[in-house]
């Protein structure tokens, strides 16, 4: 999974709801932003096969638009609450959450398919800077809650900026720059969280207080398909994959996501969720 040489949303276009994964291919935008110097590091795939249903939380999102359907990540933050980002859900008619999932292009026992067409999409996100990248999905009817599908908890609101800390990221993002499709399987990585100055130094005025990014050193981090999904610190939820760097996933360069502790409220006052 991972990103730079402009900007790239990371939604992926699926040619249909139950196609072989490999015909999903990806929706790639590209904002305008400075070319800078690839840094050097071995090309490796970023990235492992997780455990089967050892991320409870975790959900894939099989969102239909005008222009055809699109693949997202996203989280359960609660029994009727996916947690996503504002590009995947924007201008959808209607979103199918796929919960208890391994192989989500499959028909497994341990899914859950239910299909909400009520979004809550933050009014201050701006396709344009890439800001405020943040969505809700309402369920119609509660996920049943068992030993393959579980709740993300989130921060409280306190201001650590997570700097220096190893974070987990994880979805069905191409698993290289090479890759037809999304991951036939979902996958996860440990980076590191960097500060937002850094992360600056490859996005410029894009990254804000509302952002934070980990480092992509050895090609690690996420990629297209991987938009919406979760970033993991200890069992709580910091981040929701929003953009990376359109150059590729393997180079190098950080992800950049929206920061969950800046959200809190928001979340909150258009949830069920109960922020402690």
């Excluded at 932003?33 to 970023?46: A, D, H």
């Excluded at 990540?73 to 996916?82: F, Q």
């Excluded at 005025?205 to 991987?226: A, K, L, N, Q």
């Excluded at 190098?252 to 969950?260: D, E, I, L, Q, W």
């Amino acid at each position: 999974m991972k990103v730079l040489a402009g900007v790239l949303l990371l939604a992926v276009l699926a040619q249909a709801i139950d196609d072989d994964w490999r015909t999903i291919t990806p929706r790639n935008v590209y904002p305008k932003i400075p070319i800078f110097e690839v840094p050097g590091g071995e090309r490796i795939v970023g990235g492992y096969e997780a455990a089967r249903n050892s991320i409870p939380y975790q959900a894939g999102l099989f969102i239909t638009t005008p222009a055809g359907t699109f693949f997202c990540g996203g989280s359960l933050i609660s029994p009727t609450t996916i947690l996503t980002a504002a590009h995947c859900v924007d201008g959808a008619s209607s979103v199918q959450v796929r919960l208890g999932a391994h192989s989500v292009s499959a028909v497994e026992s341990t899914q859950v398919r239910i299909t909400s067409e009520r979004f809550t999409v933050h009014s201050g996100w701006d396709a344009d800077t890439l800001f405020n990248d943040i969505a809700l999905v309402h369920l119609p009817e509660a996920a049943p809650i068992n030993e393959n599908i579980q709740t993300i908890q989130l921060p409280s609101g306190d201001t650590s900026d997570f700097a220096g800390v190893s974070a987990r990221v994880s979805g069905w993002g191409k698993d290289s720059d090479q890759a037809a499709g999304i991951s036939p399987v979902l996958r996860y990585v440990f980076a590191p969280v960097i500060t937002n100055s850094e992360c600056s130094n490859t996005f410029g005025w894009y990254i804000t207080s509302g952002h934070v990014c980990i480092r992509g050193t050895g090609g690690i981090g996420s990629c297209s398909g991987d938009s919406g999904g979760p970033l993991v610190v200890d069992g709580v939820q910091i981040g929701v994959v929003s953009f990376g760097a359109a150059a590729g996933c393997e180079l190098g360069y950080p992800s950049a996501f929206t920061r969950v502790t800046s959200f809190l409220d928001w979340i909150s006052s258009n949830s069920d969720v109960l922020i402690n």
